[in-house]
């Protein structure tokens, strides 16, 4: 696009997120500030993920952008063409064929690999600010990893419910050091950021924060021995592809209580219907 | 029903931002709003704009508006959107606002003072009845009338009233600093915040904030005290010093409105009694912005002063991550994007949490 630098920011600006995120990735779980810009789409809409994204990629970069695990949700569509737009990179839908993958509250169901770059679009990177909303409170936890108050809410959980009742945005420890939200992914997503091959980043715009998890880092969701972290996840293959291992989106059909459980991730979902009607054709 | 995938994200936003298009421009029969109709005759408007997009231009503001339907704080975000992108080529110098060509200076404090009271363009003393003359497409009539302004208002010497105050030492000393301000636009705002970065986000917060805030000081939520002690609206010379010259030069004027605010301070051990100042200062002419920025100002200087910390006005962390209306417009609107994972996942948990509690009551005995 003329009249703007590749990928819309200006090279400044780029290096200092790019210095953000390296300080990020030295100190995993831990929350750098950043002089965040104001971006051409509001905050709380991706302007975070949209940042990192645009700090990192390079001409030869694929692109893959999805909102709720699908390409074609209306933001995961805008934020795919802003890059298309601003930058001129190719664009994919494959989760496989994609070097760097902008998503918000979900993660790809295909494992991701040690050449991809997974950036999580955040809301609130604060995972304590639930509980105390003073963010120089807050910082100051960290810094003496005072995560007590984190414990006693899982704890007062169980005691009123059975369970723990978070079912998005599970807290988690990084690396044994800092607690870190996850982002508003559900629940059922949080093992996938344990170990993965992939670099992970997270962009706050709003908050102005950026984290990471280097990767084949510990990611633990927290629990305790006797409350083990549990999967949350609608005991129903996807009506689709009949995967039974996938997150699923419950879908109303009617209004006298029809409805029907799909795969979240758009993309697993067809591959495996292409796969399973090449098989049928096979046969 | 059958369920179908959900498609055409693409088209459908095209369709819209098309639909959008239509809906702004209205009925073609109408003719078209000029830009310069905004800047003339909705200058109000276009002084918020520039206020709260943080950039002082008032044809872009117009433009802004235009764009967004009259939508402000839409159209603030446009600018600031647009003001991001440019590159930064000087600071200027503090501007004086005591060498102000004055159009509007008020002060509540003193019936008359050096340079006189000046009334100057204000809805103050209007009643607000509906002139239903201006409905008429026709000529106003005054646009007839010859200019009311005396000529010399703007260059009589107008001494701050503030400075008055001080030579007499009732003022409390503010501390000056040799720092450059701080600049959140750049770096990101972190806490405790200084009175730099304080000033910096109030001149860009949102007016209704602002005033909702300031209002709540009056009732009794960290009350300050707070006289008028002097409004003053008009143009300032905007000067940076190149470096390749080395001298100060002027580049350009912008309007201001500035205000003052004197708060009781019953002193300490250590101080004698004095008046403290709030400060309010922004672009364009916006006396209702500015007051209530003086008086959040001299609220969040609680602890400054030693008082006690109680009200949200006083509050530093709450009332600087809650000002700005970009932030706040985009944060609360997000909730209108698609949330069905996190749904799910809720429903799935309150299904489980409603059967336990459908086990528990079920009485001993009972299959479950």
Redesign the interface.
């Known amino acids: 696009m003329s009249g703007y630098n590749f990928a819309y920011l200006d090279e400044q600006t780029k290096r200092m997120i790019r210095r953000a995120i390296l300080k990020a990735v030295a100190i995993p779980g831990h929350q750098v500030p950043f002089g965040a810009r104001e971006m051409p789409l509001p905050y709380g809409w991706g302007t975070g993920g949209i940042q990192v994204t645009a700090a990192i990629l390079g001409q030869d970069d694929v692109l893959k952008v999805i909102d709720q695990g699908a390409d074609d949700t209306t933001n995961a569509v805008s934020i795919r063409r802003f890059f298309a737009r601003t930058a001129g990179v190719a664009t994919t839908t494959r989760t496989t064929k994609a070097t760097v993958i902008q998503t918000r509250h979900r993660i790809p169901e295909t494992p991701l690999r040690a050449d991809q770059i997974l950036v999580y679009q955040v809301p609130l990177p604060e995972p304590l600010a639930k509980l105390e909303p003073s963010r120089a409170e807050t910082r100051q936890m960290h810094a003496l990893a005072e995560y007590g108050l984190m414990h006693v809410k899982l704890y007062e959980d169980i005691a009123r419910f059975g369970h723990i009742a978070i079912s998005y945005d599970y807290p988690v420890m990084v690396n044994g050091r800092y607690l870190m939200s996850p982002s508003p992914i559900p629940a059922f997503d949080t093992p996938k950021m344990h170990r993965m091959p992939a670099l992970q980043l997270f962009g706050a715009g709003r908050e102005k924060r950026i984290y990471a998890v280097p990767p084949f880092t510990s990611v633990r969701p927290l629990d305790f021995d006797d409350h083990p972290f549990r999967l949350i996840r609608a005991p129903h293959p996807c009506a689709l592809c009949g995967a039974r291992d996938s997150y699923l989106d419950e879908v109303l059909t009617d209004d006298r209580g029809g409805r029907m459980f799909v795969c979240s991730d758009t993309d697993y979902c067809a591959s495996r219907r292409d796969i399973a009607e090449a098989a049928g054709e096979a046969a | 029903?059958?369920?179908v995938?959900?498609?055409?994200?693409?088209r459908?936003?095209d369709a819209a931002h098309d639909w959008l298009a239509r809906e702004r421009r209205g009925d073609p029969a109408i003719p078209a709003l000029g830009i310069r109709q905004v800047e003339e005759q909705l200058g109000r408007a276009v002084d918020r704009v520039m206020a709260e997009g943080s950039c002082h231009d008032t044809g872009l503001a117009a433009l802004a508006i235009k764009q967004a339907q009259g939508d402000l704080i839409e159209a603030a975000?446009l600018l600031?959107?647009y003001?991001?992108?440019l590159?930064r080529f000087a600071s200027s110098l503090p501007v004086e606002t005591a060498a102000m060509v004055i159009r509007r200076r008020i002060s509540a404090i003193y019936k008359d003072l050096p340079g006189g009271q000046v009334l100057g363009p204000t809805y103050d003393y209007t009643h607000r009845l509906l002139d239903f003359s201006l409905a008429a497409e026709r000529l106003d009539e005054t646009e007839m009338r010859p200019p009311a302004r005396p000529t010399d208002t703007g260059r009589r010497a107008m001494p701050r009233v503030m400075d008055l105050l001080d030579r007499e030492g009732l003022m409390g000393a503010e501390q000056p600093g040799d720092a450059a301000p701080a600049d959140l636009?750049?770096?990101?705002?972190?806490?405790?915040a200084g009175r730099d970065v304080r000033l910096q986000a109030l001149a860009r917060g949102d007016e209704g904030f602002l005033l909702a805030l300031g209002y709540s000081t009056q009732r009794g939520y960290g009350n300050t005290h707070p006289f008028v002690g002097e409004i003053r609206v008009g143009a300032v010379a905007v000067e940076i010093v190149p470096p390749e010259l080395g001298f100060a030069i002027e580049i350009g004027r912008i309007d201001l409105t500035e205000c003052e605010m004197v708060n009781q301070f019953g002193g300490s051990k250590t101080e004698p009694a004095q008046f403290t100042r709030g400060y309010g200062l922004c672009f364009g002419h916006a006396e209702r912005k500015a007051m209530g920025m003086a008086l959040v100002d001299r609220s969040m200087r609680a602890s400054e002063f030693g008082e006690d910390v109680t009200a949200p006005a006083q509050d530093i962390?709450f009332v600087l991550?809650h000002s700005d209306n970009?932030?706040a417009?985009?944060?609360?609107?997000?909730l209108k994007?698609?949330?069905?994972?996190?749904f799910?996942?809720?429903?799935?948990?309150i299904r489980?949490?409603r059967r336990?509690a459908g086990e528990d009551a079920a009485p001993e005995g009972e299959a479950p």
């Open positions: 029903m059958a369920y995938a959900v498609k055409g994200g693409e459908a936003i975000f600031r959107a003001r991001t992108t590159p636009t750049r770096e990101p705002l972190s806490f405790p962390e991550s970009i932030e417009t985009g944060f609360v609107e997000h994007l698609p949330h069905y994972v996190d799910q996942s809720e429903l799935e948990t489980r949490m336990t």
